[in-house]
Structure formats: C-alpha cells, structure tokens
C-alpha cells in the first residue's frame, strides 16, 4: 500500500514538474506588456498591439484577467520576472496596495494630455496613476415604454414625458403608476432584476451607495477634496440612509423579479431583462450598451435608449446629475528596466494622442476620455456614451463624482452587498442595515 | 548481494525529488514564511511576527464561523458518502443484473469538475426552490444542504468503487466457511466484511474527509458564501481574505497554515485510529 501512495505521488510530482516547465516561455527585455482590466476589449487590445508593431516595431503583450479577477491576476503575474510594464488600478484604495510598483508620471506626456490634472492620482509631489476612461452611470430607460405610458388614457401623473422627471417623488409616482398598468404597457416590471447574487451586486453596494454617501460628504464645511476626505474618514454617520432606502425599495417594490428571488438574479439576467422589453428601466452605465445591444431578440431601439439621474430624494435635487468618474487608472511598474518603462509610456502616449490611436479608442473601445488630445466631437457613437457627454456638457447640472474610490475596501462593499440581500429577503430591517454599514464602515478602516 | 536498483536509489529519486522540492516543499516553506509577513505580493514581504495569527481570532470573525461551517459540512457529509457507497458496493458485488452499468454511471459524476457541477447543482436547486418562493440564497441551510447532496453525488461513486475493490477481495472461502457455520447475513458483514475491507475504509475516510474540509470550487460555484457569508467554508474564506482586502494577504497566508495544521492533524488521527483496526492479510 504505501509503496503504491508513494509511486502515486512521485508520478503527480513529475507531472506536475512538467507542466511548470511548459510554464516558462522566453522573455524579451524590449518588450511590453499590458494587463487589461476590461475583458469586453480583450479582441480590440489584441488588433491594437498588432497595429502598434506594424507602425513601430514595439512588441505589445496584451493579457486580459477574467472579470472580477484583476487584483488576483495582477499579484501573480506581477511577481514574475516577465512581469505587466503596464497595470491598472482602481483608485485611491488600489494606489495603496500598489504604490511600491508605481512610477512617477509627473513629466510625462500622458500626464500633459490630461485635462482635468486633480483627477490623476498624487502622493508626495508625484503622479501614480492616470485615468484613461470616463465613465457614467444612472438610471437607463427604454423611452419607447415610457412613450407608451405618457399616452395612457388612465395614467396618474400630469407629467408627459421621461424627460420631465426631476425629483425622487416624480420619480416614484411615475414608476408606481407604470407597475398598476404593466399589463397594458406589455412589460413584466418597471424595473429590471435587482441582481443580489454574490459578486452581481456591485450596482447598489458601490454604485446606488455612492449617491448618498457623497452628499454626506459634501454636506460638510470647508471641504477641499470630497474623496480625500472620505479617505481619510474613520466613520461616517450615513445620515440619508432613509434615502437610499427608499430608491432601494422603489427597485425592489416594481421590480420583474419578485423580491425573494433576487439573490439569484445576475448583471447579466437584469440587462437581458432590459434588452428584451420586459423593463423600461434600468440602473447601470454607459459600459452596459454592449450587453444591451448583444442580447439576441433584442426589442430596444437605439434612440430610445435614454439616462435619468438616480434621484433619491435630496435637497435640490432638480439640478443633480448623473454619476461620473472613473475607476480605471493606468500605472508603470517601476520594477521594470527603463527601456519597457519608455516604451510603455510611448504606446499610451501613441494610443491617445496619434490619428490611428484615437480611431481605436472612440469607435472600438468605446471610451470617453479625459485627455485633451481628444476633440468634441471624437467621441464614441453609441447612445448612452452621447447621454453621458449630454450631462458633461450640461452647464446647470451637477454631476456626482464617483466617490466610491474611497470605499474602505472591496470586505465594506461585500457587507454591504450581503446585508441588502438579507434585506431584500425580509431577514432584516432597513435600522439593521444601517448598523452594519456604519460597523463595517468603521472596522475595515481601524 | 545488494539490490542494484536500492543502490542507484539516489539517481532514481533525484528527478522527482526535484519536482516535489519545486512543487511542493518551496512554495509551502514560502507560504509559511510569507504567513508572518505583510506583503502585496511574494517579492515585497516585511516582517511582522506573529500578529497576523492574532489578527485571525481577534479581529476577524469569518474564519472561526467558516470554521464551525466546515466541520458541520465535513461529519455529515463523510459519514454520508461512506455510508451510502458502502451500501451501494455491497449491493453492485451481489449477482444482480446490470451491476456493470450502475457501477458506470454512479462513477459518472466523478468525472466532472466541480464548477460545473456547483452551477448545474445551483440551476437545479433554484429550480425546485423558486416554486415555493425562494432561492439557495434565501437561508444558510439551503446552502448547507446543497453542499452536502452535491458533495454526495460527485463523491460517492468514487468511494463505491474503493468499497467494490476491497469486498472483491475478500477470499470466497472465508464467506463459504461462515456460510457453513451458520453466519447470517448480519454476522457475515460485521465480522467478515467489514473488517477485511478495512484498509478500503481507511482511504475512503481520508480522502472523503480531507476532500470535505479542502471543498472550495463546488462551495464558490454553488453560493459563493451566500446568504452573507454563512455558507463560506475555509478554503473560500482563506481565498477572499487574501484577495478582497488590501493589506490582509499576510493574514490569509496565516489562516492558510492554520488551517493547514487542523486538516494535517484530524486526517492523521484518523489514519492511526482505522490503520490500528486493519488485519494483517
């Protein structure tokens, strides 16, 4: 017996020794390597780092990390010697894990490109990291339902169109109103699945929490950063947690999914949802139109996709905007030699500044920037990208930064995420919630 | 007159010595050091004694309930397995038709992974729960459950298959001769049986119980920890702690050699415990 176990396990060890030899492949020291955090532009990167070598003889290495696997990715792949010349974090809270990898971009010219330079990430007098995207995020509708239900003979509301909504209590009667009549609008719930599933519920614990969490935040007196202060925050009162609450249940309450049913329901299910006609809203961004517009059967026209800010029933609330920032910044690994380090910032640079680059970035990644090497109207041409430059350029708006970044970690979120299922459920009450925000709140920070 | 293969031994060895030095033995040295360290990845590590072990108990409360969660999963689920694929292996050796083809297709899902397995086994489990209401997520002991008949289902025809080898065994004369005394058929499988499939009890407890306590892919594909983390067993704990908070991955590498030591110490108390039972054949 023993001799067999012990053959067994000197057979696996060989094998296993095999296959980490396969492992190793050859490394060039001139050559640079990208980890991509968005696995949707996986394909565009890969035709990039062809087109790149073709112009400039640069080897480009493009991996993608799987969805919700890039700080896992990045550990691994980092501690290698053929390590990412080029990385990505997300945000104030990933610059502290990974500020001993960080470069100092200060002089460069990718840092120049930037038009708004307080959105780059700072420390001491240098420049970590760049973002590359920006991104919006709100209430989406599917306008021809909404058209449908302003032409209802029998609809309690005097307003007459979506786009008349300003406030949380317009908000509520309209969508009170639709769920009465779902029958003869032909849908199956105002509101597409609240997905609760573990690791699907990062549109209410980071998103929807953002809203009042930033008011809070800005509520205070002789502020200068919102997110630096959040930061730094040990505790937070969570003074309009009634607000979220009631956004909450207004999702919950007129939703296609009963409400027991939710922690199952995933990103996925709530966009197909949408895309087939079933919801006429839905909360997500602008990185949804690929999904909504990948969804076989799909009943949503382009022109009628439309965006409302999440209105949750603030003080002036008429003037509040949509939800906008980012959580991609771009960073050189400092471990590297200083060639890959040169020719890492020459393709970002290329990318964002050159003809060829910039054709890439607006029509096939579909990205927003915030650099100025990017005219008014090189902007990507699908509609929630238009919604969301229509609420940038909207004088009388404020828009609500993402101020998320400075959640205390990735734990608070999963609580959070955790606590709103239990609820959902009827396992515990909103006061319950609140509790465990403000705890988690203060314990992931001591 | 000495063996030459004893005395090449060491040319033999080496290469697979290698291999489990590179495989096994580094990696485990390094994650034990990197468990008294702070660090964001391998190469970055700084000292800090002993405070993530402190840290585990003190202030972090998911490893001792993913713990207790564990242990709950494991006694139920070994006693089950071997019970049932006990069961099974005696009535497959019996001379009933078809025993060929159960055998086959109760060692099926064997072969399939466990992710799979946890998505089908979650497709179908919300499937029967959405009729009344619910989903695996709305309690814990759904998720409970769930893990033990989807643990249940992959293993049992492995373990089967173990039982079936060691009653085949069994010299035929031994089961005449008790025939002839006049065994009956309690007697034949607690006197004769049972103990000559001993050392087939042995692996079979030990791979069930270390396969229970190590459960992580049917545990992250079936609720992923949910409703609230109750359902997370330790492997998944040790895995979240490290990668979804930003300065714990010295205190998952700590939980890890915790655990470690837990799994080494059951699986060899009970190595001991069954091995002192075997006969010598």
Known sequence: MKKRILSLVLALSTLILNLSLAGCGGKKASEIYFLNFKPESAAVYEEIAKKYEEETGTKLKVVTAAANNYEQTLKSEIAKSDAPTIFQINGPVGYKAWDDYCLDLKDSKLYSFLSDKDMAIKDDGGVFAIPYVVEGYGIIYNDAIMKKYFALPNKKSNLKSASEINTFSKLKEVVEDMTANKDKLGIKGVFASTSLASGEDWRWQTHLLNVPLHREFADMKDIVDIGLEMLDADEISYKYSKNFGDIFDLYLNNSVTEKTLLGSKSVAD????????????????????????????????????????????????????????????????????????????????????????????????????????????????????????????????????????????????????????????????????????????????? | MKNPIKRYFPIFVLPTLIAFLIAFVIPFLLG??????????????????????????????????????????????????????????????????????????????NLIGGIVLGYIWQVIINGVLYNF????????????????????????????????????????DILEAAKVDGANGRTTLFRIIIPSVMPSITICLFLTITNSFKLFDQNLALTAGAPGERTQMVALDIYNTFYSRVGYEGIGQAKAVVFFIIVAIIALLQLRLTRSKEEEA
């Open chain 1, 270 to 446: 709530s966009m197909a949802e949408f895309a087939l006609g079933q919801a006429a809203m839905v909360q997500n961004g602008n990185w949804a139109w690929s999904q909504i517009s990948g969804v076989k059967g799909n009943t949503v026209k382009e022109s009628d996709i439309k965006m409302l800010p999440i209105y949750i029933g603030l003080d002036d609330e008429e003037t509040q905007g949509i939800c906008i920032g980012t959580e991609n910044y771009l960073a050189i690994n400092k471990n590297v030699s200083e060639e890959q380090q040169k020719k890492s910032l020459e393709f970002l640079e290329w990318l964002f500044s050159s003809e060829t680059g910039k054709k890439y970035v607006t029509e096939k990644l579909g990205f927003i920037t915030p650099f100025n090497t990017f005219s008014e109207n090189e902007l990507p041409n699908d509609p929630l990208a238009k919604e969301i430059s229509r609420y940038m350029n909207d004088a009388e708006i404020k828009n609500i930064p993402w101020s998320f970044n400075a959640f205390p970690s990735e734990a608070f979120k999963k609580e959070v995420g955790n606590a709103l299922l239990d609820y959902a459920q009827g396992k515990k009450k909103w006061d319950e919630i609140k509790t465990i925000i403000t705890n988690k709140w203060k314990s992931e920070r001591d």
């Open chain 2, 32 to 109: 034990f050091f990197l468990s008294f360290t702070e660090f964001t990845t391998v190469s970055n590590a700084q000292f800090v004694g002993i405070s993530n072990y402190i840290k585990i108990f003190t202030e972090d409360a998911t490893f001792l309930n993913a713990l207790w969660f564990t242990i709950k999963f494991a006694v139920v689920s070994v006693l089950s397995i071997n019970l049932i694929a006990f069961t099974l292996a005696l009535l497959l050796t019996r001379s009933l038709p078809l025993t060929k083809l159960f055998r086959t297709v109760f060692f099926m899902p």
């Open chain 2, 133 to 172: 209401g619910y989903s695996i997520t709305s309690s814990e002991n759904f998720g409970y459950w769930g893990l033990i008949i989807l643990m249940n289902w992959q293993m049992i025809g492995y373990m089967m298959i173990i039982y079936i080898a060691g009653i085949q065994n069994i010299p035929t």
